[in-house]
């Protein structure tokens, strides 16, 4: 009956490793040189981006302090106060990983400035921070574009489709649709950033609402669904398909900034 109590010295081990070389050199030096080239990888590679941002986040700590004393400047010196350490530790742990990245950048200088700021400390609010780290460049430079908007912004769910079977083309054309660009993306990109933004709660997208501006609305929507990148995809089907009868129709939308969106952008932007 085998010992229950039965106990492997040191000694023991080493014995049974150097056999195990023995008896299967080939594997052994197989595993051994895999391990050592996984370890290779994780280090040279998978950290390496966390190492360079450790290596340049001093740097980078002080081109943002810069930044945060121009931004301060503009805060009368009654105001200035200390930040929430909520936002403040936070935000300068983000930093690490996105000190290249301009417009995220200049986000956390602007929600630590407001943290900062006696006026803006009510609006300013930890969950800042986690939007932020959500978000890619093109995120928050569409962001800043639905900012400046005073208004509701008209937006458009469009189909191409063809009339003769009522069949429609999958993915011919963005879901959403606001006339905006954004230099460097294309109209495919900016809809899903619409939706990510949705999803970070700052924006609403309102299906088949409209304004009671009915005179705007319909000229606005027209020349959205006229505008020159729509209607470049919509020539190209009808140039591979010229037999069939194909056009572009939309739902009429509304793209809103809601109460937790204007506290981000007061801010954060």
């Not at 197989?30 to 986040?57: C, H, Q, W």
């Not at 083309?169 to 950033?193: H, K, L, R």
């Amino acid at each position: 009956m085998d010992n229950p109590n039965l106990s492997i010295s040191p000694k023991d081990v080493s014995e049974i490793v150097k056999t195990a070389k023995e008896v299967l050199p080939q594997t052994v030096s197989e595993t051994d040189g895999a391990i050592s080239t996984m370890v290779g990888l994780f280090n040279n590679v998978v950290l390496y981006p966390v190492k360079r941002a450790n290596i340049y986040y001093r740097y980078k700590l002080e081109c943002f302090e810069k930044d945060l004393r121009q931004r301060m400047e503009q805060v009368p010196a009654d105001n200035i106060c200390e930040p929430k350490i909520s936002i403040a530790g936070p935000t300068l742990e983000a930093l690490k990983y996105t000190y290249d990245e301009q417009d995220l950048r200049e986000m956390y200088v602007n929600l630590l400035a407001s943290s900062m700021d006696s006026a803006k400390t009510k609006d300013a609010h930890p969950s800042f921070v986690e939007i932020i780290k959500r978000m890619d460049p093109l995120d928050a430079r569409l962001m800043k574009q639905i900012s400046i908007r005073t208004e509701y912004i008209r937006i458009i769910n469009s189909k191409i489709s063809c009339v003769d079977d009522g069949t429609y083309f999958v993915n011919a054309i963005p879901e959403w649709f606001t006339g905006i660009t954004i230099p460097g993306y294309d109209i495919f990109q900016i809809s899903t950033s619409l939706v990510r933004l949705d999803k970070l709660g700052i924006i609403d997208l309102l299906t088949h609402q409209r304004t009671k501006d009915k005179d705007k609305d319909t000229q606005i929507y027209h020349d959205l669904e006229q505008s020159e990148s729509l209607q470049n995809i919509l020539n190209t089907i009808k140039s591979i398909f010229p037999d069939k009868n194909i056009i572009l129709s939309s739902t009429k939308s509304l793209l809103s900034v809601n109460e937790y969106g204007k506290q981000f952008i007061r801010c954060c932007i």
